[in-house]
């Protein structure tokens, strides 16, 4: 990366930039492929230069490194392990230890300098309304929320179900949770009665925090009804805490129902809330997301060792600190929002921004805006967003001042090069490093992914984060050759590895430790290169990321056999420009109903309805056989395959 002196507002100076600079590393080893170096401003600021030594000494000593960053947080009382893996792969960490992650991301921060600094910006999707939290004003919102929860009489370990749009009362309900020791289940705003209804049922949540409504470019999405609709399946909710937003009429159903802006005026939601003092391996949440097969799973995290790797990754990857603005585009319904755009950056101490809209409303320079409204340092997103506005041109983007950007930052799915090059360009002023974390909702925090000095190429989240290996192994758990195709998997244990599936350890083993025995399988394949960089090129499981959303192939599918004129229906994700991946579907209907164009878009939008509108179907494609194996499975490997024109591979077992 070329250094450049500060550019002005709309001066961004035309400069030659060696688009591909390939030189000497430090030992005289070259590089393979397009590399792009820290300018010298990224290596003088960085405050951790040498990867290598402290890679190294993790390497050595993973409970030591992980112990060092436990050290530098609050701890009610400490660990006597830090890491107990005598039930394998029920791995358990900082155990002993009394902690809540609450008092780290906001309690101990009251004591210093951050108590009057910014903990969130908020802005709303029309831009007229702007709210400001301090690390003070956030634990006075943060305690009358946990007061009104505890008044519904909920107590340590019970779960409260979130569903709401990105208004900042999502991070009070959340933080408010953590605080009383209550599990909290977020289900992202964009999903419908299906999946709504799912997870409160599976989680058996007593309480329900909700919105009015939320706004999606201009128009609002009823959150409300789509509680009501949802809890005439859930007979666990007892309450519903309903935020007003959107200001439209809603169903408050007497004795059930409470506007959260009552509630606050009530003396229950006065006064102190002390900080549930919790073990170290407690659940903080369980958050629902798509596997290999069936319904959506409860990824469980706990307080002390998720605390620990969101602090410790934020702060090495993105070298974040106080003065920081740092903006995480992702909604807190993902695993990306719970990590860092509301714990690892309170926990770092810094200022989170959160944005109610989406980048191109009302039009594609919103985000940019944004950035230069706020003076954002560190702005985060995923591939599909670039790819979208990329799409715009240049001139939004250069409307803008973006010269406060210090980083930038990419998540979800593989960025493909041109995207990765426009984003360095045009947004990082052909300076930012662009850091590529590759996690997932299992890991909580990134596993490989740069730090700022790290040398970077278009397309690879580079090396495993410190104390991490992983591996690309073969069918049968060999490791292969670098540059070759694989199963990854990860070799250590790690402080922010999911505990379990909520109410299923056996799925758990199966999942995720019995593939590749000893070693995390992580359903991805990728490849490494000659220079230990990782590069992932997808799921090997019935997992579709659209537009970087996790969905599986079942919800779909069961949603599209729930509409009557349904027999069977297999749904598979194949490549877009735009959404990475997108839903295609092929429905074998009941006797007696006929096919049409107009039996399609119903069948689509009766899984937007269901399901989301992220989960409505490309296409929907009629077929009068669906390729099964003998007993019975859907072979979506072959339907893949069929539609993309490809070689079928193996059909031994196919029985159409
Ligand atoms: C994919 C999101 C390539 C991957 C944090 C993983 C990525 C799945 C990257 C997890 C990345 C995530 N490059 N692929 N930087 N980050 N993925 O649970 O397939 O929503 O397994 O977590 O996203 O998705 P999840």
């Not at 890679?55 to 050290?71: H, P, Q, V, Y």
Request: hydrophobic residues 35%; aromatic residues 10%.
């Amino acid at each position: 990366m070329a250094t450049l002196k500060k550019s002005k507002k709309s001066a961004k100076p035309k400069i030659t930039i060696k688009k591909k600079v390939v030189k000497a590393t430090k030992k005289g080893k070259k590089m393979s492929g397009e590399v792009f170096y820290p300018s010298k401003q990224v290596l003088e600021e960085a405050r951790l230069k040498d990867w290598d030594k402290l890679a190294k000494s993790a390497g050595k000593d993973l409970k030591g490194f992980w112990e060092a960053e436990a050290n530098e947080l609050e701890w009610f009382s400490k660990w006597k392990k830090v890491l107990d893996d005598s039930k394998k792969p029920f791995f358990k960490w900082f155990t002993g230890a009394k902690v809540n992650i609450v008092h780290n991301a906001i309690d101990r921060h009251l004591k210093t300098h951050r108590k009057n600094q910014l903990a969130l910006i908020w802005e709303s999707e029309d831009g007229k309304e702007h709210r400001n939290f301090s690390y003070y004003a956030m634990n006075r919102e943060v305690t009358r929320m946990a007061n009104i929860i505890k008044s519904m009489g909920i107590k340590k370990g019970e779960r409260v179900t979130i569903y709401m749009g990105r208004v900042p009362e999502i991070v009070f309900a959340m933080l408010a949770c953590a605080k009383i020791g209550a599990i909290h289940s977020v289900v992202f705003g964009g999903f419908s009665v299906d999946s709504l209804a799912g997870r409160i049922e599976d989680s058996k949540s007593k309480l329900v925090i909700t919105c009015d409504g939320s706004f999606q470019n201009g128009k609002i999405v009823q959150l409300k009804s789509i509680v009501d609709e949802s809890l005439k399946r859930c007979p666990s909710v007892e309450n519903v805490v309903v935020v007003k937003r959107v200001n439209n009429e809603v169903n408050m159903e007497e004795g059930r129902d409470h506007w959260y802006h009552n509630l606050c005026e009530q003396p229950i939601a006065e006064g102190k809330c002390e900080t549930e003092q919790m073990d170290s391996e407690d659940p903080l949440f369980i958050l629902y997301t798509s596997g290999s097969t069936g319904k959506p799973k409860a990824i469980l995290h706990t307080h002390g060792g998720y605390m620990v790797g969101t602090y410790a990754t934020l702060k090495y990857c993105f070298d974040i600190r106080d003065d920081d603005r740092w903006w995480c585009t992702a909604d807190p319904g993902w695993i990306t929002g719970h990590s860092y755009l509301v714990y690892g950056p309170m926990i770092n101490g810094a200022t989170s921004f959160m944005f109610e809209g989406g980048p191109a409303f009302p039009e594609p320079n919103r985000w940019w805006q944004c950035i230069e409204r706020y003076g954002i340092t560190i702005f985060y997103t995923a591939p599909t967003a670039i790819r979208g506005l990329m799409r715009f041109g240049d001139s939004w983007p250069q409307k803008h001042d973006l010269s406060s950007l210090r980083l930038l930052g990419t998540v979800g799915e593989p960025i493909n090069p041109e995207a990765w090059k426009w984003y360095h360009r045009v947004i990082g002023d052909n300076k930012l490093p662009i850091i590529d974390t590759w996690w997932q909702t299992e890991t909580g925090a990134f596993q490989i992914a740069p730090l700022p000095v790290t040398p970077l190429k278009p397309g690879s989240g580079t090396k495993p984060f410190f104390g991490q290996e992983a591996e690309i192994v073969d069918e049968n758990g060999k490791p292969v050759a670098d540059e070759t195709e694989g199963y990854l998997v990860l070799k250590n244990p790690w402080p922010s590895m999911l505990r379990t599936i909520y109410g299923d350890d056996e799925r758990y083993v199966t999942q995720y430790w019995s593939k590749h025995p000893g070693k995390y399988t992580t359903g991805d394949s990728a490849k490494r290169d000659k220079d230990g960089y990782f590069w992932i090129i997808g799921r090997v499981d019935d997992v579709i990321k659209v537009s970087g959303h996790r969905l599986g192939t079942a919800e779909v599918e069961s949603a599209l056999v729930s509409h009557p004129a349904v027999a069977e229906a297999a749904a598979i994700g194949l490549p877009h420009d735009i959404k990475g991946q997108a839903i295609y579907t092929f429905v074998l209907l009941r006797a007696g109903k006929v096919a049409s164009e107009e039996l399609a878009e119903e069948l689509r939008q009766h899984v937007a309805t269901h399901m989301g509108p992220i989960a409505r179907p490309e296409e929907v494609r009629f077929v009068d056989k669906l390729p099964k194996t003998r007993s019975g499975k859907i072979m979506r490997r072959v339907l893949k395959a069929r539609a993309q024109g490809l070689p079928e591979g193996d059909i031994s077992t196919l029985e159409e």
